[in-house]
């Protein structure tokens, strides 16, 4: 199965902060990544698909990059609402993996 | 609107089996796929497999190969997940998911049902 290796596990981060979440797949998958983002008690939600497509609806102050084995998920101006946790998957080949989360918390 | 609405909260003895089903908006089950996902408590999320009622192939996770089976009733657009031989580890979230992409890319989920294993 391919590992799915974010960083860091947790964040500390304040209102208007720059917010970058990385994730490592343990072989290359191309593009193949998916982020989501899940508060707690709620389903997780798809934000960005194929490394770098916005979901419909999601805003664009989210933005995903990457290719083969590196991938980052950006927040450019982190809002009240954006205080969950995020989690990669890759979509390359079954089992589609999860990445372990990326919890970001408020400084 | 896509709406999934998944069945209630489970309480199961270790040896016995679940099925939990996933009532999909109409359309839903003549274009996309379904997968079942599932989150321990406090943990991360696992993809367990998935159908796709279009073609009626299903694709499953090596780890739940022979112990899951995923179905669809296309006439009620609702898919159930069936896991046998329950254990403790089972005890979880599950979540089914509309999948576009094949079984990976999870645009819209359910709510999630509560299965408890003990």
């Known amino acids: 199965d391919i590992q799915m290796t974010q960083s860091p596990s947790s964040l500390s981060a304040s209102m208007g902060d720059r917010v970058t979440i990385t994730c490592r797949a343990s072989?290359?998958?191309?593009?193949?990544v998916n982020w989501y983002q899940q508060e707690p008690g709620k389903a997780p939600k798809l934000l960005i698909f194929?490394?770098?497509n916005l979901q419909s609806g999601v805003p664009s102050r989210f933005s995903g990059s990457g290719s083969g084995t590196d991938f980052t998920l950006t927040i450019s101006s982190l809002q009240p609402e954006d205080f969950a946790t995020y989690y990669c998957q890759q979509s390359y080949v079954s089992p589609y993996t999860f990445g372990q989360g990326t919890k970001v918390e408020i400084k | 609107q896509v709406q999934l609405v998944q069945s209630g909260t489970e309480v199961k003895k270790p040896g016995s089996s679940v099925k939990v089903s996933c009532k999909a908006s109409?359309?839903?089950?003549?274009?996309?796929?379904v997968s079942w996902v599932r989150q321990a408590p406090g943990q991360g999320l696992e993809w367990m497999g998935g159908i796709n009622p279009v073609f009626d192939t299903t694709e499953y996770a090596q780890k739940f190969q022979g112990r899951v089976t995923i179905t669809a009733d296309k006439s009620t657009s609702t898919a159930y997940m069936e896991l046998n031989s329950l254990r403790s580890e089972d005890t979880a979230v599950y979540y089914c998911?509309?999948?576009?992409?094949?079984?990976?890319?999870?645009?819209?989920w359910g709510q999630g049902t509560l299965v408890s294993v003990s």
């Open positions: 109409a359309g839903t089950f003549n274009s996309y796929a």
């Open positions: 194929v490394a770098s």
């Open positions: 998911a509309r999948a576009k992409g094949r079984f990976s890319i999870l645009d819209h």
């Open positions: 072989q290359s998958i191309s593009d193949y």
